[in-house]
């Protein structure tokens, strides 16, 4: 979903927290603005936290800029810009099934290509559920996710999906415009970092 789209805001939709993350510039911007973001600071409409206060942070938006660059490079994508937020989900948080970009938008803008997410959650366990659930076709199913710890492959109807738990350090990388994708409801609170690559 794009930032400026408040029909998404509603907690029956989505039940997270996130902090939009800016690179060059030091911008405050809420959850809910259209504006593309940069990466030197951490903004919400609440408060400003810079580079310095968070190098943590910070290091770890530039270790997904390098692999932007090298997901470029081995993809061939032309690329634009990046934007980055930080989500928390709270116990009970979910987000319905979505695509993170569409395909025919008439916007003038360019468009997501990737989602990337990194997940930052020590000691994860199969009981706190929560997992990703990634919608796939029937003959995706069968691809090699056996033995891959914390991914689960289902069906639900007539669709095939498979489940990933946000184990600490788990990086996922798909397209935004292909894969439908819901966050499942967790029972304790959940961290991701999602950079989307424009």
């Not at 408040?6 to 907690?11: L, M, N, P, R």
């Not at 980055?84 to 916007?107: C, I, M, W």
């Amino acid at each position: 979903m794009n930032k400026g789209d408040e029909k998404w805001s509603s907690e029956n939709i989505r039940g997270d927290h996130i902090i939009w993350i800016s690179n060059h510039t030091t911008s405050s911007t809420s959850s809910s603005t259209t504006d593309k973001t940069d990466d030197n600071s951490i903004s919400n409409n609440h408060s400003e936290y810079t580079r310095e206060k968070y190098p943590s942070i910070s290091d770890l938006v530039d270790k997904l800029h390098i692999l932007k660059d090298e997901l470029s490079t081995s993809c061939n994508l032309v690329t634009h810009y990046t934007t980055t937020q930080l989500a928390r989900y709270p116990e009970n948080g979910h987000y319905v099934r979505h695509k993170d970009a569409f395909f025919g938008s008439s916007s003038s803008l360019p468009s997501r290509q990737l989602t990337v997410i990194y997940y930052l959650n020590p000691a994860w366990t199969e009981e706190q559920q929560g997992c990703l659930r990634l919608f796939c076709k029937k003959e995706e199913h069968s691809m090699g996710y056996e033995g891959v710890e914390g991914v689960k492959k289902g069906v639900e109807g007539s669709e095939s999906y498979l489940d990933v738990l946000p184990l600490m350090d788990r990086l996922i990388v798909f397209q935004s415009k292909l894969i439908d994708h819901e966050v499942r409801k967790t029972l304790q609170p959940r961290f991701a970092a999602t950079m989307w690559i424009y």
